[in-house]
């Protein structure tokens, strides 16, 4: 028995042995998986917060394009209504929105080689803004002084037309005042005209025959009848200017025409506005002293019809004495 527990002594020791070392090998493998699931995880980590980085990055460049696409609206905007030059900035909008429209395909992962281009983009756009911004700023400046002059010169044309009404009133008054006086003057004109004309104390006819010889009845006899001799006085007056005068007589016959010939020295002249047949003309010296006139008319060949003749005298527009005669 003793012998026995002897052999089984080494075996056991020999067994124990073996597990503890399984045991150590085992615990090494343990704590090599769980070192290489650690730095596993702690890589995976770092990439996520690279990734997250970048989507960041990428994000913020997005929206840098965007508030400079604001900015560069805004600046359009601005500039056409001040009415300055449009082209550059238009030009740089269409390049913007390309731009944008190229990094929306671009995935986190491909930032990285394009950072930079865009970094410069922005930073182009961004000084492009910043140069604008000046110019805006004269343009303000100009638009500003603009509108002052032009309120200056709406002032000074409204003050102008206040004038331009006032002197247009004032030419229409006066030009009203022009017109009552030439009216009044006229009338005064016409008035002292009138007064001036010369007038006839009385006016007769006589009838002359073939001999020579005169007579002085209310009827005349047609075959005797060869001339008539008109016989008038002018009165004196002293608004007549001392000239020579023209009188025109008018024989009217029964039927109120004419005796119109002018191979006998008939013609035509003006009386109120009108043209009209004389018979017979004459000068006359007037001198103021109650002149004494004879003017004679021949009538030719031609026989007086029978009636009742009416003879006219006109002098410088108006009509100064009417006499007449009977043929039977």
Not at 128 to 145: C, P, S, Y
Not at 168 to 185: F, G, H, P, R
Not at 240 to 262: M, N, Q, W, Y
Request: glycine share 6%; net charge neutral.
């Amino acid at each position: 028995m003793d012998n026995l527990s002897s052999q089984n002594s080494p075996q056991r020791s020999s067994s124990n042995n073996a597990l503890k070392a399984g045991l150590v090998v085992m615990t090494l493998l343990a704590a090599i998986f769980g070192y290489m699931l650690f730095q596993s995880k702690e890589t995976v980590t770092n990439q996520q917060e690279v990734i997250s980085t970048k989507v960041m990055e990428l994000a913020q460049t997005r929206t840098k394009l965007d508030s400079i696409t604001v900015q560069l609206d805004a600046q359009i905007a601005e500039v056409q209504k001040l009415g300055g030059d449009v082209t550059e900035l238009q030009k740089a909008k269409v390049e913007l929105e390309q731009d944008k429209k190229d990094l929306q395909k671009k995935s986190a992962s491909e930032l990285t080689s394009v950072k930079a281009k865009y970094e410069t983009k922005i930073r182009n756009y961004e000084s492009l803004l910043t140069a604008k911004e000046g110019e805006l700023v004269k343009l303000r400046e100009e638009n500003t002084a603009l509108a002052s002059t032009n309120t200056s010169l709406t002032d000074e044309n409204s003050n102008l037309k206040t004038q331009t009404q006032g002197l247009s009133k004032n030419v229409e008054e006066i030009k009203a005042q022009n017109e009552e006086a030439a009216a009044k003057n006229k009338v005064l004109t016409e008035k002292v005209t009138k007064a001036a004309a010369l007038r006839t104390e009385y006016v007769k006819v006589l009838g002359i025959n073939a001999k020579g010889k005169e007579s002085e009845d209310k009827k005349y006899k047609a075959k005797r009848l060869a001339k008539i001799k008109v016989v008038f006085q002018l009165a004196k007056n002293d608004l007549t200017e001392h000239e020579p005068k023209t009188v025109f007589i008018r024989v009217l016959d029964p039927d109120g025409s004419t005796i119109f010939d002018a191979a006998t020295g008939s013609g035509n002249f003006t009386y109120n506005g009108q043209e009209l047949a004389y018979t017979t003309r004459g000068d006359v010296n007037y001198d103021n002293e109650n002149l004494y006139v004879e003017m004679v008319y021949s009538r030719g060949g031609t026989v007086y019809r029978e009636g009742k003749y009416v003879v006219e005298l006109y002098a410088e527009g108006f009509k100064i004495g009417t006499g007449g005669f009977e043929v039977k």
